[in-house]
Each structure stands twice: as C-alpha cells, then as structure tokens.
C-alpha cells in the first residue's frame, strides 16, 4: 500500500479520538474549586496524604493499591510541571488545601489534575478499540466500534471524574486480548501473560477479578486433552491466577500488611454490594437494562446488547467469544447486587461496542458488498445519534457554573467576617452544601432546629436528590425572620427537571435534560432581619413557605 493511502487511513480512527477527546475534555473543570461536586472524588485523593508524607498504607483500602498509587504519581507529576509557571505548595497541602476548599492550593486544580488521567483514559479507549477490532473485522468495524466508545454517554459522563471505572475498562481489552490468545495456545506463558493482565486490571477496581472466569473457559476451550479432563484447571490457569493474584497484592500490599483493618473496612461495602437476602426485585438487573443501557449507550444499541452477546457466544474468533463470556459474567454479578449505580456497567461499554459493531459488520455484509459500506455508515450513525446528543447535553450542562460554586461567591461578597450561615438542607452527606468563605462559619441545622442562634445568614439547598432537602414546614418557620437574598437555581423555570440517579450525589441529569441549564441544587440565601427576633415563628404564622418578595439575585 502506498505511503499516502496508509496516512489517509489513519484519517478516520484520529477523527474519532479527537471527538473523543473533546467530549471528555469538555467542562472538564465542572464544579471547581467545589471539591465534593462528583462523589468519590475526596476518598479516592486523601490515601495521597499519606503517600506524600511517606507512609505508603493507604489507611482507606476499598479502591485498590495499585490506582489509588497511580492517581497520586499522576498528581505529583501535574503539581511538578505546575510549579514550572505557578507557585504551588507541597503536595499534602495543597491537597488538603483544595479538599477543604480553602485559598492557598490551586483552587481545584489537584482535582482537575486527577480528571485529566481518567479523560485521557477515556479517550486511549477509544483507540484501544479501534486497534483490537481492525486485524479481525476490517477497518469500518473497527471505526465503527470506535465511534460506539467514543460517542457513548455513560462512557463520556464517567471519563469526567476521579474514578477508576474508566481505567478499569480500559485494562479490561488488553486482558480479554490475552485470554483470546490462551485459546489458541493454553500453556503457562499465555497464562501468565493473561494473569499479569487482569492482575492490572484487578488493580484498577477489584471486579476485574472477574475476567478470571474467561481465562479459565479460555483455557477449555483451548485444551488438547478429552472429555471431562479439559475442565481440570492446567498450566494456563494455574500461571494465570498465580500472577493475577500476585500483581494485584504487590500493587496494593497493604491489603495484606494491615489486613486486618483492610478486612473491616472493605467488609461493610462487600456486604452492602452483594447482598445475601435482597429480594429479586430490588436486585439491579432490570436497572442496567432500562436505564444503564437505555439512556447511556442509546435505545438501539442497547437493543442491539442481547443479540450481539448472542453472536459473540458462538463466534469462532476467540476474542469475541471471550469478551461474550465477560460480559455475560459482568452483567451476572452486577446485575445481583442491591446498589443501582449506572457506573457500575462503564467498564463493560468497551466490550459492548466492540461486540455491537461486529453484528453490525455482518448485518452489513448481508446486504451484499457493494451496499455493505453504506449500510454500516447509516446504521453507525443511528447509533451514535442519542448517545452523542445526550454527551452534548450532558457537558453543556457542566460547562455552567454550578450553583454551589455561585453561593460561594455571592457570600464572599456579602457576608462579613466571623458570620455564620444556619444551612439546611443538608441530609446525611454534605454534598448539596456550599464551601463557606474564608472568615464565614456554616452551623448545620438539624430538623428538630427551631431557633436560628446567633447566624446572621440562612442557606438552604434543595434538589430532587435526597442529598439536599429542605423540610418546608422548618422553613417556614424561620421565615418571618428572614429576607431572601439571592437564588441560584439549576432549572430554567420554577419546576424541578432531569432525571437524576437516586444513589448518586451527582447533580447533573442521566437524561431528561431539558430544564436543566447547569449542575448543583437549588440554592437560596436569606438575611435575618434584624428587627425580628431569631428564634422561629410557628408555620401557622408565616403562612406560607414561599417568600412572597422578589429575588434581589436570581441566576440561572
């Protein structure tokens, strides 16, 4: 092939990693200096403390060593070349400094620091793809995987945040990519190479365990001898577990040196994961497929999920049936669990596409080959029309300064110092709540709180999460005291809109996204007046719990 021909052949893969990359790279810094506005994000930074002061114990053992490790390396590096340009603290303050939303770190950007790798992951990704699909399909189903990931809303949503399920997916295709080549040859180097693998991508997130069960149905497949003595594990799954295994603790040793404290605190999550006695019904699988699926990768190719399964489980290309194995073992146990996190199927996407574009190819190939091209065109661009519109809506959304972030300002530009703020709102985590300013106080306001004290301020937040709810019979209690100030809304009128993951303190919509104009709750600030006294008014008193005056700040 000519020079100029293979150039214009890596046209199309390079469009589709720099779509990639602009949807994950778009409103990036979404939240910012906030540093609770993507769940997670906090726990996942502090075991960095003690990294950086030289205690490698993590001391928080629910994320593995080996990514708990990798973000705080990553950090490190970013802070490095920061301080080329910027003065910039050591690591553990500015850490504790950004985690506390308080001045002198880098307002946000360790955070920043930390989304970058997983977005940079997200879009390797996509190439990663591209690059298992085209010596096996060809280069339009390979392109057409690649758009699949690259466009996928659930894998664009996740590649914005500190967290390891994009990593994980991403180190999930080279393992399935091992596990294939067991099949053909199932001796102790392929297993090993394949146990060395997922060992990796066990330590990005522990379900990469899982892939286990491919490598050993690798190893039958694969397996010279007869009948029933193919099932007994050989040389490849005894080399392939060893190493699994073996990466994995020697990525995170501590698992093993403080296992004690690991077991107790991993054991609550495992239990609340897997739990024994849920009953059918609350267990996730319908979940996955109504919503995951539905809204994170598009109706058609979530239609599509079931028969390419089906296709790969007969296929005679060994990846493709190993990657139908994996999934019908991810989707198995996550399925199982209680807990509906639609997160929880992002390491699968890639898999998924990949398993959706072959079925596409050979629907294609059907129509004859000179129509073939044509119709995979039109069928990927069915496809990736919801997905890419909800990726678009979904950014547009976070490129808007969220409503904790404009509080934040508006207080630090009224309030005094030495002020305090009664919040409420506020149930159980404090992740609807915004940063007070330097100088300011908040004091948390139970229900049972009938008095104001001595605030000067009162901030309450509301969302259809329950993670910010105002009890409008306490708030109306209050209000004969108290002037509205400003109102930071995340709607564009006065009804709630979107369609919110209920587990999640996440405050940007799944879809529904219409109505929603920016991230955060519906914030509002009050002035206690001073001519009442602080103590609260009966409901029957204030008549309503809805100020009847009108906002003298209102941001949409």
Not at 65 to 86: I, M, N, P, Q, S
Not at 97 to 121: C, F, K, N
Not at 345 to 353: D, I, N, R, S
Request: a positive charge; aromatic letters at 8%; glycine letters at 8%.
């Amino acid at each position: 092939m000519p020079r100029w021909r293979r150039w214009l052949a890596l046209v199309p893969p390079a469009a589709l990693v720099a779509v990639a990359a602009a949807l994950r790279f778009w409103a990036l810094g979404f939240g910012l200096p906030h540093p609770l506005t993507r769940p997670d994000e906090e726990v996942i930074l502090g075991p960095s403390w003690h990294f950086a002061r030289g205690d490698l114990n993590p001391h928080y053992h629910v994320y593995p060593g080996l990514y708990l490790y990798l973000v705080w390396l990553w950090g490190e590096a970013g802070l490095a070349l920061r301080r080329l340009a910027v003065a910039t603290p050591p690591y553990p303050v500015t850490l504790m400094r950004d985690l506390l939303g308080e001045p002198g770190g880098t307002d946000g950007g360790l955070l920043l620091i930390g989304r970058v790798l997983t977005a940079l992951a997200g879009t390797a990704t996509v190439a990663a793809v591209y690059r298992l699909a085209r010596p096996r399909e060809g280069r339009a189903v390979a392109a057409v995987a690649a758009a699949l990931v690259a466009t996928c809303f659930l894998h664009v949503r996740d590649s914005h945040a500190i967290k390891p399920d994009v990593p994980l997916g991403l180190a999930i295709l080279p393992a399935l990519a091992a596990c294939a080549r067991v099949v053909r040859a199932p001796d102790a180097r392929t297993g090993a190479m394949a146990g060395t693998a997922i060992g990796v991508a066990t330590g990005m997130k522990q379900p990469g365990i899982l892939l286990l069960v491919p490598l050993y149905l690798a190893a039958v497949r694969g397996a010279a001898v007869p009948g029933w003595r193919r099932w007994v594990p050989g040389a490849a799954v005894v080399a392939g577990v060893a190493l699994a295994v073996g990466v994995f603790l020697a990525t995170g040793p501590y698992l093993v040196l403080d296992a004690g404290f690991a077991w107790r605190q991993m054991a609550p999550a495992t239990h609340t994961v897997f739990a024994a006695r849920t009953s059918v019904p609350e267990r996730a699988f319908a979940y996955h497929a109504a919503v995951s699926l539905r809204y994170g990768m598009g109706l058609l190719c979530a239609l599509l999920v079931l028969p390419a399964g089906v296709l790969a489980l007969v296929a005679r290309e060994p990846l493709w049936w190993v990657s139908g194995v994996f999934a019908l073992v991810w989707y198995a146990v996550i399925g199982s669990s209680p807990v509906h996190h639609v997160r929880y199927l992002t390491p699968l996407v890639p898999v998924l596409a990949l398993l959706v574009a072959v079925l596409l190819g050979r629907l294609a190939a059907a129509a004859g080959a000179r129509r073939a091209p044509l119709v995979l065109a039109l069928a990927t661009a069915a496809l990736v029309w919801e997905p890419l519109g909800a990726s678009i809506a979904h950014d547009r959304i976070l490129s808007r300064t969220d409503t904790r972030v404009l509080a934040t300002r508006w207080l630090g530009d009224h309030a005094r110092q030495g002020d305090t703020v009664a919040v409420l709102g506020t149930n159980i985590w404090p992740y609807g709540m915004p940063i007070m300013p330097p100088g300011v106080q908040a004091e948390k306001l139970g229900p049972e709180a009938r008095t104001l004290g001595g605030a000067a301020w009162v901030l309450t937040h509301d969302h259809p999460l329950e993670f910010s709810h105002v009890d409008p019979q306490q708030l109306a209690a209050f209000l004969p005291a108290l002037h509205l100030e400003a109102e930071f809304s995340p709607f564009a009128d006065d009804r709630a809109a979107g369609w919110f993951e209920r587990a999640d303190a996440y405050y940007a919509p799944f879809h529904d996204f219409a109505g929603v104009v920016r991230p955060g709750p519906l914030v509002r600030i009050y002035s206690v007046r001073a001519d009442t006294t602080r103590t609260g008014a009966s409901a029957e008193a204030s008549g309503s719990s809805t100020p009847s005056w009108t906002t003298s700040t209102r941001t949409r």
